[in-house]
């Protein structure tokens, strides 16, 4: 059991790694939030899980309703990291900034 | 609401019960399912089973499906809510799936050291069949979800705008996805 919740919880931190590096990697605004919001979806879904089954280990009424609050977390960054991101883009989009292409630079 | 000051309305009163009962019942229907939704988050989060927590999630909860329940459930029928909840919830582990798989995608592109010449982000622009807004909604989040691509405007007539990192996320777009939220939101 242990070992199920090291191997989620440090692949979950192998995504939040990546997710930090594409924001200082990629080239403009618009791409940098394609690992800013999306990359720790599947981070926070991964080192939650292994929240939600290290609390599960010793099964009782409490830990089972923490666990069910730790998957409501999740639901809620689900609905809400999209809307945000979308709403980034917009906000981007009609200020007037143009997104960077490869023909530019070249 | 308008139709009781209608004079059609008031020389026929047999006409105006029906609707009177259906929206009455409209209204139970739509009280119980988010009475019971509200309550059992009320026990989740509470993590009390005394008399005393039990009643005041009973009360508060009876207070607000009363007063917001009509706004849980607005255009659809009671009855078929319950079967598109299964439905969505049959898809999630699809895109669940999907999210992973796109993950691993840019988790490689990051870290790839070559990756300015592997990335190439553009716009593209498709029409989709989706008409509700349910549906559209769904959709547009689902391809924001997807690590790649965001959506960046959905117009009225259902043309997504949508910001892709590289060729092969764009690529799959709309293809498997639409078709499985059309199955979803049947119309």
Known sequence: ?106 | MGKDFQPTSRNAPSEENPSKTSRAKRFGATFILSFVILFVVWIIFSGRFDGFHITLGLISSAIVAAFSGDLMFTSHEPRGIFRLWIRLFAYIPWLIYQIFLANLHVMYLVFHPKMMELINPQIIEFDSELKSDYARTTFANSITLTPGTITVNVTVLGRFSVHCIDDKSGQALPGDMESKIVKVFPE
């Open chain 1, 1 to 106: 059991m242990k070992i199920i919740v090291m191997i989620l919880l440090f692949s979950g931190l192998a995504f939040f790694t990546g997710g930090s590096i594409g924001i200082l990697r990629l080239p403009d605004f618009y791409s940098r939030l394609h690992p800013a919001g999306k990359l720790d979806t599947a981070g926070q879904l991964l080192t939650l899980s292994a929240i939600a089954v290290f609390v599960l280990q010793d099964f009782s009424l409490h830990n089972f309703l923490t666990a069910t609050k730790i998957v409501l977390i999740v639901i809620i960054v689900y609905i809400t990291s999209p809307t945000a991101t979308h709403a980034i883009v917009d906000a981007g989009v009609r200020a007037g900034l143009k997104p960077w292409t490869k023909e530019d630079q070249s």
